[in-house]
């Protein structure tokens, strides 16, 4: 499910936080709207606050309608930032394809797995699935 209701990217607001759900035992972090380097910082303070990040995180940034200028740092960042707390791989949920390809770029630097996914049910069983 993604963050924001379906609306114009303009009226998208900026916000990136982390989702726990009980129930599935999953972790998202969700994004939408304009993100920035210190959003990406604010959601990896959840971990560096001493919680362990899951092997396995769903990132969905469906709702991003925009980034920073050197967004490839900043996705750079939130990807090390999640393996150095534990994460070991990230389902990416993007419907821009620019998004999926600098994620691919970016995750090919780090050694963590990045998979990129349109569909949300098919994102979770690869983060279910053995590694």
Known sequence: MALMEARHYTQTPSAMRVACD???A?????????????????????????????????????????????FAAIAADLLVGIQRCGGRRVALLASSAVLRSAASVVASRTGIQVRCFHDERAAKRWLDSPT
Request: no cysteine.
């Open 26 to 70: 999953s972790v998202r972090v969700l994004g939408g709207g304009f993100v920035t380097r210190d959003m990406v910082g604010a959601t990896l303070d959840h971990w560096r606050d001493g919680e362990t990040a899951p092997s396995g995180v769903l990132v969905d940034l469906r709702d991003v309608a925009g980034y920073e200028q050197g």
């Open 22 to 24: 009980i129930v599935d």
